[in-house]
Each structure stands twice: as structure tokens, then as C-alpha cells.
T-cell receptor, first 112, second 115 residues
Framework: SQQGEEDPQALSIQEGENATMNCSYK?????LQWYRQNSGRGLVHLIL?????REKHSGRLRVTLDTSKKSSSLLITASRAADTASYFC????????????FGEGTQLTVNP | GAVVSQHPSWVICKSGTSVKIECRSL??????MFWYRQFPKQSLMLMAT?????????EQGVEKDKFLINHASLTLSTLTVTSAHPEDSSFYIC???????????FGEGSRLTVL
């Protein structure tokens, strides 16, 4: 299966700054999800946005979805050192039976 | 949220041996579970879809005889890496969802090291 692309691959910012990560995908989707992964750990679900939604908020997270451009962005506001992790987008393609295709991921480092 | 448990969290084995990894949904039933593999500093690659009561569906390039999947109950799927070799060393992660096209919950992963 084709993987989506994320940019940047790595992002290093100072605490308090905002972090924006982008994701592009190739197929029509049911939904798009963002996950966080601390080094060597499992994935933690952050937010799910459905194909008929354009924007969603959850705490310090803001996700946008542009199905015409097949892209999504994840914004983390007022970042904290504890936000340091890898962030992955994952798409649930139409007809895929809930099989997720993951993007390449963005390694976020928040410096205290 | 729903909880998915994996066991063991890490395992070291000798080349040629077989290793079984369990994935359990603790507070929901899952007719479908997914197995992923993740190499260092890379993304997750779907290996197979585990279907309760029927054969697993493998992704292209994944050897079904190498990676045996059994989904004998609605809360348990197992992945057996047969005749493991060093190149099978990886992080194996399972996931499941209480509903179709909903949030997927992931286990903590199992790190396999084959010597």
C-alpha cells in the first residue's frame, strides 16, 4: 500500500511555540487520524477527523482536512517539552475495511 | 478509551526459533485486529488483518507462512513469527477498534530481537 507523506520529517522548536505538521495522502478516505508515539512505545490516538469535516479541535490540538488537496495539518499550540514525540497521520481509505495507512511521521522535539 | 494489551513487550530469541506475540482487547470485542511492523525511525507498515473465525488477510509482500496469525476469539489475536531470523527483528504493534471506521486503539508493541 502506498504511504502518505508528512512534512517536515523533523521539527525542533522552543517551549511555548506552536508546531505545525502536514500530511498528504493519495486516495479517497473515510477519515484521517493523528497519532503520537513516544520512542519505543505504542501509539496514542490524538484526534479523528471525518472526510466531511474541515476542522476539529481538541485541547491544544487543531486539525484541518482538505479533501480536495488530499492533505491535513496538525497544529499543537503552546508546545511543552512533554509533547516531544513522533506524530503520524493515518488514513482509513474508502473500501479499506478500516485498514489504516500511515504517513512517514514527523519527529517533534520541544526544547525547554 | 478502549484498551489493547500486547504480550510480551519485548523478546529476545535465537535465530531459527519461533516467537508468539499476543494481542488482547481488554474491554471490547474485536472481530478484526491489525498487525503492524515498525523498523527503527520508520513508520508503521500494515502486515495483515486478523479476522475472528477466518483466515487472516496479508498485505502484499508479507509471507503468510512466516507470520502465522490466529484470531480464535473476539478478544485475542496471536502473531507467530516462525523460524525467526535477524532481519525479522522489529517492533510489532497490534490494533483493534470497537467499531468500523472508528478510532483504532493500539497495543504497546512488542520488540523482537533475533540473535
Amino acid at each position: 500500500s502506498q504511504q502518505g507523506e508528512e512534512d517536515p520529517q523533523a521539527l525542533s522548536i522552543q517551549e511555548g511555540e506552536n508546531a505545525t505538521m502536514n500530511c498528504s495522502y493519495k486516495t479517497s478516505i473515510n477519515n484521517l487520524q493523528w497519532y503520537r508515539q513516544n520512542s519505543g512505545r505504542g501509539l496514542v490516538h490524538l484526534i479523528l477527523i471525518r472526510s466531511n469535516e474541515r476542522e476539529k479541535h481538541s485541547g491544544r490540538l487543531r486539525v484541518t482536512l482538505d479533501t480536495s488537496k488530499k492533505s491535513s495539518s496538525l497544529l499543537i499550540t503552546a508546545s511543552r517539552a512533554a509533547d516531544t514525540a513522533s506524530y503520524f497521520c493515518a488514513t482509513d481509505a474508502l473500501g479499506s475495511g478500516s485498514r489504516l495507512t500511515f504517513g512517514e511521521g514527523t519527529q517533534l522535539t520541544v526544547n525547554p | 478509551g478502549a484498551v489493547v494489551s500486547q504480550h510480551p513487550s519485548w523478546v529476545i530469541c535465537k535465530s531459527g526459533t519461533s516467537v508468539k506475540i499476543e494481542c488482547r482487547s481488554l474491554d471490547f470485542q474485536a472481530t478484526t485486529m491489525f498487525w503492524y511492523r515498525q523498523f527503527p525511525k520508520q513508520s508503521l507498515m500494515l502486515m495483515a488483518t486478523s479476522n475472528e473465525g477466518s483466515k487472516a488477510t496479508y498485505e502484499q509482500g508479507v509471507e503468510k507462512d512466516k507470520f502465522l496469525i490466529n484470531h480464535a476469539s473476539l478478544t485475542l489475536s496471536t502473531l507467530t513469527v516462525t523460524s525467526a531470523h535477524p532481519e525479522d527483528s522489529s517492533f510489532y504493534i497490534c490494533s483493534a477498534s470497537p467499531e468500523n471506521h472508528g478510532e483504532l486503539f493500539f497495543g504497546e508493541g512488542s520488540r523482537l530481537t533475533v540473535l
